[in-house]
């Protein structure tokens, strides 16, 4: 349904997107996940068709976005991130905004109470509807800009950061929107938070400095890292912090050393980059440099842990 391909964005000489590639199947909920100023929504503006791409195409149910735009337009529904929330006018009551959308976008006049109505029972804003956007809940408000993306029926959803600056009872009324909404829509979403992302999409990317750092789903990158993956030894006395990271990281797939003092003890922490035991590696370097092991215990990185080292790129 989405196929984004080689994609690259340059904002004059600055780099924002380079190189991203995924596809995103009929249905399927895709997490964009990613630290601010990673790309996120210059991407999903992409995919609008608001910017166009510096280089790399992308494909909306088989129209071209930089070829035709406005086939592509009539597919998506887009709720932007504003200063303060989703891009509305605040001044406007709900309904006479969503008259302004629906105009805007083109719903043919005889369509559009019956487009608007439905848009907001599926946001569930039918009760707030002659209020004024400005003194409603932020809640509320991230409802009425989904209800705005939801004018027209699109076949896709694009929603840049949908639960930023909500209280975690509306972060779970709206994610629970979301997935209702799964199947029929496909729906790209971003945030820069994992749980939000892990707990609503079935499909990750994950991007940092504009570039795609991992693709998976979310069993899958968990799942990666089980078993053992970081290994904690504890070795007696307190050897030379570089020599002991030297001899370490001479052992094969290993990622990461980290070498800390602890009281009368040295604690060295290794994560390995491939599948293998890495064990019997770590003992015979202890063995070698005539170093005591007291301890040696391996765990699995959390998910969390996953991000934040893909995205700070502490490889060694
Ligand atoms: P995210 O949505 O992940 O926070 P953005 O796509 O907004 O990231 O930004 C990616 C990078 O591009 C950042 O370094 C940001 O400063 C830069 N950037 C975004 N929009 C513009 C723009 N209109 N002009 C120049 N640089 C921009």
């Known amino acids: 349904m989405i196929e984004v391909k080689n994609l690259s964005k340059f904002y004059g000489p600055t780099k924002a997107v380079e190189n991203v590639s995924f596809t995103v199947g009929k249905g399927e909920i895709l997490g964009l996940l990613g630290p601010n100023g990673a790309g996120k929504t210059t ?13 790399g195409s992308v494909k909306i149910a088989g129209f071209d976005v930089v070829e035709e735009p406005l086939e ?19 001044e406007m009551t709900v309904s006479s905004f969503l008259s302004f959308a629906a105009e805007i976008k083109g719903t043919p006049k005889k369509d559009r109470s019956q487009n608007i109505l439905k848009a907001m029972e599926l946001a569930g804003i039918k009760d707030v509807r002659h209020r004024i956007i400005g003194r409603l809940s932020s809640g509320y408000k991230q409802r009425v800009g989904l209800a705005q993306a939801l004018l027209n029926d699109p076949e896709i959803l694009i929603l840049d950061e949908p639960t930023r600056g909500l209280d975690p009872k509306q972060i779970i009324e709206i994610r629970q929107l979301i997935k209702n909404m799964a199947g029929e829509r496909t729906i790209i979403l971003s945030s820069h938070i994992l749980p939000e992302v892990s707990m609503t999409c079935g499909k990750i990317v994950i991007i940092d400095k504009g570039e795609k750092v991992a693709e998976d789903t979310q069993a899958e990158l968990a799942k990666k890292l089980e078993g053992g993956d970081r290994v904690v030894v504890k070795i007696k006395g307190k050897p030379d912090a570089g020599e002991v990271t030297k001899e ?8 990461e050393v980290r070498v800390e003092a602890e009281g009368n003890s040295t604690r060295i922490e290794v994560v390995r980059s491939g599948s293998k035991d890495i064990r019997e590696d770590l003992f015979a370097t202890a063995v070698e440099n005539n170093w005591i092991i007291l301890e ?12 934040l080292r893909l995205t700070t790129r502490e490889d060694v």
Do not use: C, W
């Not at 592509?72 to 605040?90: C, F, N, T």
């Open 296 to 307: 040696m215990k391996s765990s699995s990185l959390s998910l969390e842990e996953v991000f």
């Open 248 to 255: 370490f990281k001479k052992i094969k797939n290993l990622k």
């Open 72 to 90: 592509v337009k009539k597919r998506i529904g887009y709720m932007q991130e504003g200063q303060q929330g989703p891009a509305l006018y605040y």
């Open 43 to 55: 991407i999903m503006r992409i995919l609008t068709g608001y910017f166009q791409p510096t280089s």
